[in-house]
Protein backbone atom coordinates (compact mmCIF):
# COMPACT_ATOMS: atom_id res chain seq x y z
CA UNK A 1 0.00 0.00 0.00
CA UNK A 2 1.42 3.72 -0.98
CA UNK A 3 0.26 6.57 0.88
CA UNK A 4 0.38 10.04 -1.04
CA UNK A 5 0.99 13.01 0.82
CA UNK A 6 0.22 16.49 -0.50
CA UNK A 7 1.09 19.83 0.72
CA UNK A 8 1.56 23.57 -0.82
CA UNK A 9 -2.07 24.47 -1.82
CA UNK A 10 -3.89 27.61 -0.65
CA UNK A 11 -5.03 30.63 -1.64
CA UNK A 12 -2.59 33.64 -3.63
CA UNK A 13 -3.07 36.10 -5.94
CA UNK A 14 -2.97 36.20 -9.67
CA UNK A 15 0.55 36.91 -10.84
CA UNK A 16 1.85 34.94 -7.56
CA UNK A 17 3.37 31.49 -7.11
CA UNK A 18 2.98 28.65 -4.95
CA UNK A 19 5.31 24.93 -4.67
CA UNK A 20 3.44 21.84 -4.06
CA UNK A 21 4.78 18.86 -3.03
CA UNK A 22 3.67 15.18 -2.98
CA UNK A 23 5.60 12.61 -0.58
CA UNK A 24 5.01 9.07 -1.25
CA UNK A 25 5.01 6.01 1.67
CA UNK A 26 4.61 2.67 1.94
CA UNK A 27 5.51 0.13 -0.95
CA UNK A 28 7.59 1.59 -3.22
CA UNK A 29 8.94 0.22 -6.34
CA UNK A 30 9.14 0.19 -9.62
CA UNK A 31 7.99 3.69 -10.27
CA UNK A 32 6.72 4.53 -13.63
CA UNK A 33 5.84 7.90 -13.62
CA UNK A 34 5.10 10.83 -10.88
CA UNK A 35 2.93 13.74 -11.69
CA UNK A 36 0.45 16.44 -10.94
CA UNK A 37 -3.26 16.33 -12.23
CA UNK A 38 -5.94 19.08 -11.46
CA UNK A 39 -9.75 19.69 -11.42
CA UNK A 40 -11.99 22.25 -11.38
CA UNK A 41 -15.36 22.41 -10.43
CA UNK A 42 -17.53 21.10 -13.31
CA UNK A 43 -14.70 20.18 -15.33
CA UNK A 44 -12.81 16.92 -15.82
CA UNK A 45 -9.78 16.01 -13.77
CA UNK A 46 -6.87 16.88 -16.87
CA UNK A 47 -2.85 16.39 -16.70
CA UNK A 48 -1.20 18.87 -15.70
CA UNK A 49 2.53 17.58 -15.38
CA UNK A 50 4.47 14.28 -15.21
CA UNK A 51 8.11 12.82 -14.88
CA UNK A 52 9.16 9.79 -15.83
CA UNK A 53 11.49 7.21 -13.96
CA UNK A 54 13.86 8.58 -16.82
CA UNK A 55 13.71 12.26 -16.33
CA UNK A 56 11.43 12.85 -19.13
CA UNK A 57 8.86 15.96 -18.55
CA UNK A 58 5.63 16.72 -20.35
CA UNK A 59 3.56 19.75 -19.05
CA UNK A 60 0.24 20.94 -20.51
CA UNK A 61 0.23 23.76 -22.87
CA UNK A 62 -1.55 25.59 -21.12
CA UNK A 63 0.96 25.35 -17.97
CA UNK A 64 4.35 25.53 -20.29
CA UNK A 65 6.91 28.17 -19.07
CA UNK A 66 5.13 29.02 -15.98
CA UNK A 67 5.15 25.08 -14.45
CA UNK A 68 8.10 23.12 -13.27
CA UNK A 69 7.33 19.96 -12.16
CA UNK A 70 11.05 18.17 -10.46
CA UNK A 71 11.66 15.25 -7.88
CA UNK A 72 13.93 13.68 -5.04
CA UNK A 73 14.38 10.06 -5.72
CA UNK A 74 15.92 9.60 -2.24
CA UNK A 75 12.93 10.84 -1.14
CA UNK A 76 9.82 9.64 -2.98
CA UNK A 77 8.81 12.86 -3.52
CA UNK A 78 7.82 14.81 -6.33
CA UNK A 79 7.24 19.15 -6.68
CA UNK A 80 4.62 21.28 -8.85
CA UNK A 81 6.74 25.33 -9.02
CA UNK A 82 3.51 26.68 -10.31
CA UNK A 83 4.61 30.35 -11.14
CA UNK A 84 2.55 33.42 -13.01
CA UNK A 85 -0.70 31.97 -11.52
CA UNK A 86 -3.74 33.22 -12.89
CA UNK A 87 -7.58 32.50 -11.98
CA UNK A 88 -7.92 29.21 -14.27
CA UNK A 89 -5.62 27.91 -12.67
CA UNK A 90 -7.84 27.45 -9.67
CA UNK A 91 -8.83 23.66 -9.34
CA UNK A 92 -7.97 20.95 -6.81
CA UNK A 93 -4.57 19.21 -7.52
CA UNK A 94 -3.64 15.75 -6.98
CA UNK A 95 -0.35 13.86 -6.83
CA UNK A 96 -0.31 10.75 -8.76
CA UNK A 97 2.47 8.18 -9.15
CA UNK A 98 2.22 5.53 -11.03
CA UNK A 99 3.59 2.11 -10.71
CA UNK A 100 3.75 -1.68 -12.04
CA UNK A 101 0.67 -2.98 -11.36
CA UNK A 102 -0.71 0.78 -8.88
CA UNK A 103 -2.00 3.83 -9.75
CA UNK A 104 -2.16 5.95 -6.74
CA UNK A 105 -3.69 9.36 -6.31
CA UNK A 106 -3.39 11.59 -3.32
CA UNK A 107 -6.04 12.94 -1.42
CA UNK A 108 -5.75 16.34 -3.46
CA UNK A 109 -5.20 20.22 -2.41
CA UNK A 110 -6.55 23.13 -3.31
CA UNK A 111 -5.26 25.66 -5.19
CA UNK A 112 -7.26 28.89 -5.30
CA UNK A 113 -6.09 32.31 -7.88
CA UNK A 114 -7.82 35.15 -7.04
CA UNK A 115 -7.95 38.87 -5.87
Known amino acids: QVQLVESGGGLVQPGGSLRLSCAASGSIANINTMGWYRQAPGKQRELVAV???????NYAESVKGRFTISKDIAKNTVYLQMNSLKPEDTAVYYC?????????WGQGTQVTVSS
Open 51 to 57: ITSGGRI
Open 96 to 104: NVWMIGANN
